[in-house]
């Protein structure tokens, strides 16, 4: 057992030592998300992420930094209540081990969602995205180092990230419940300084529809330990260039919030629709 996988092992049991809640669906929550968790019918349990021996605790504002575990509907459900980034200066293990911790506990579905800036000139402020696929070769793999074969393969296929299945079922949410979303594809920078003009610029040229600093990682290393994933960005301002105004977090949280109700529903809906696959 390699470094990485000792201190999973040692987060798991510090986690198991206050509950045996086994989740179903693992969510993680971005920026405008956060009271996500308060539409939970029945909270089983939260632990603060520095409860956890050896765990990353978020430093940005707007992230609580703790787990969430209780049921949407008859689905149980563990919620990350504010994430970790690589530009808060951990390892890009330490990035992931939430979501790999997640899945340790039993989780199978990752639902990715963030805050985001948009590319796609068609996208506004506070547009819904469907993440249907991703570019991350601007930030380092998190899967980088001696691979333990008990969390996957070595080289693991990134052809399908996204779960067709989960994202039919998102996009049959949408219609139904009448909240209209985007789809494209997200690609991740480092941050924590905004894309300048020319990136911006550089990522549409990729084929980018939309930017930030999360989410990608956390999909590469769900994939490698098998879970099946989706993913809705909330396009929360243009990207840089797009717009007169300069970028500030304050208006990036503001957007999110306005957001959130459309948000939560189309998530709520959603994960009550995975519980019958």
């Not at 609580?64 to 970790?84: L, Q, T």
């Not at 249907?132 to 996957?152: E, W, Y």
């Not at 189309?266 to 019958?276: C, K, M, N, Q, V």
């Amino acid at each position: 057992m390699n470094e990485v996988s000792k201190k999973l092992q040692s987060c798991y049991e510090s986690v198991r030592a206050r509950t045996d809640f086994v989740p179903k669906v693992a969510v993680v929550l971005g920026s405008g998300l956060g009271d996500f968790a308060d539409t939970m019918s029945n909270v089983v349990c939260e632990i603060d992420y520095s409860q956890i021996d050896g765990f990353p605790v978020s430093t940005v504002p707007g992230h609580a930094g703790k787990y969430i575990m209780g049921y949407i509907g008859d689905v149980p459900v563990i919620c990350m209540k504010g994430r970790v980034h690589y530009y808060e200066g951990y390892q890009m293990s330490d990035v992931v081990l939430p979501v790999r911790l997640m899945a340790k506990l039993g989780a199978k579905i990752l639902f990715l969602t963030n805050a985001s800036g948009g590319i796609n000139k068609s996208f506004g402020a506070g547009d819904l995205m469907l993440i249907k696929d991703h570019i991350a070769s601007f930030v380092p793999n998190p899967l980088i180092g001696p691979n333990d074969t008990d969390l996957g393969v070595r080289f693991p296929d990134m052809s399908s990230i996204y779960d067709k299945e989960l994202s039919d079922i998102i996009r049959q949410v949408s219609i139904d419940e009448r909240i209209p979303i985007q789809e494209g594809v997200y690609i991740q920078f480092t941050g924590p300084s905004y894309e300048s003009p020319a990136e911006v610029r550089m990522a549409g040229i990729l084929g980018a529809d939309a930017v930030g600093m999360s989410t990608t990682v956390e999909a590469i290393a769900a994939n490698h330990m098998g879970m099946r994933i989706c993913g809705i960005s909330c396009i929360s301002n243009p990207g840089a260039g797009l717009s007169a105004e300069p970028l500030k977090h304050e208006d990036v949280q503001a957007a999110a919030d306005a957001a959130a109700p459309l948000f939560k529903k189309l998530l709520t809906e959603s994960i009550l629709r995975f519980g019958e696959i």
